[in-house]
């Protein structure tokens, strides 16, 4: 099996509200997409590997919620939550995010999807409502985690 | 009549994402939230007083969509629309934000009140996806209108 993790970057900068990832993923528009709203598609890359990933409530339309739980080897739960605020088909998806672990820190989630060479340009922000949430976020796994996201993210695009 | 405008600041530092509206409002926490989340009082001091308000959509749960129309003396349409992602009661409301006149360009506002000397402090933050939507946002009425939408917002919860 060859697996290809596609070069990904992650900008925050300092004292800013927002932080992006931003990768090239080698497969079409469509099928991107389809990752993020199909459930069964995205629960194969939302999280890392060594999660367990439960959906509680997955509803892709305008004002539709979404909940879904990860748990670690030991059996510790993790939630998360929003709304979406819309979607335009193959082209971009706003949200809204929270992690239950940190109630009422809320961020505004864009992903976009551009056709470039190569395939799928891929970006995904988030904006928060404080600098620090947004650190805070970034130094506990959100930075880290945005290679290995956008390498799952890509085998599943391309599996389609 | 006597009217009250409480003074109001509008902050929006140069090169941020966010900007914010703060008051101190005399009257309790539980009027200014009313304000927000009944539909008929919100409609008497969502818009400058010229322009004419109805409201669409307005479900103020998590994941409940809103849409409000405004209209000027010549009948134009305004319309603005968002979703909620949640509410606390006399706390604290987060929802998206969007001007249909300026599709995708989002944002997410949080609305805090919190017991001061004097009533109410409203904190009222937007944070946006761009630097040019926040600075667009703030010159194309925001910015001017704050301390008016803060003094229709005062009379409204002091007459509760």
């Known amino acids: 099996v060859t697996t290809s993790a596609p070069e990904t970057t992650f900008i925050a900068e300092p004292g800013s509200l927002e932080g992006s ?6 497969a079409p528009r469509e099928a991107v997409y389809r990752a993020h709203v199909e459930q069964e598609l995205l629960t194969r890359w939302w999280a890392p ?37 819309d979607l335009v088909p193959n082209e971009r998806i ?6 239950e672990g940190m109630p009422r820190h809320v961020c505004l989630q864009t992903a976009t999807f551009e056709d470039v060479d190569g ?11 404080s600098v620090e949430d947004r650190d ?4 506990s796994g959100w930075r880290e985690q945005a290679p290995v996201g956008m390498a799952n993210l890509s085998e599943v695009a391309r599996s389609l």
């Open 21 to 26: 990832t931003i990768a090239v993923i080698d």
């Open 49 to 85: 590997p060594e999660l367990e990933v439960k959906v509680d409530e997955f509803d892709p339309t305008p004002g539709g919620r979404w909940r879904i739980l990860n748990y670690d080897a030991d059996g510790t739960e993790y939630a998360f939550k929003g709304v979406f605020h």
């Open 94 to 99: 706003v949200q809204t995010f929270e992690w």
């Open 119 to 129: 395939g799928t340009k891929v970006t995904a922000q988030a904006v928060f409502q």
């Open 136 to 139: 805070g976020m970034a130094e």
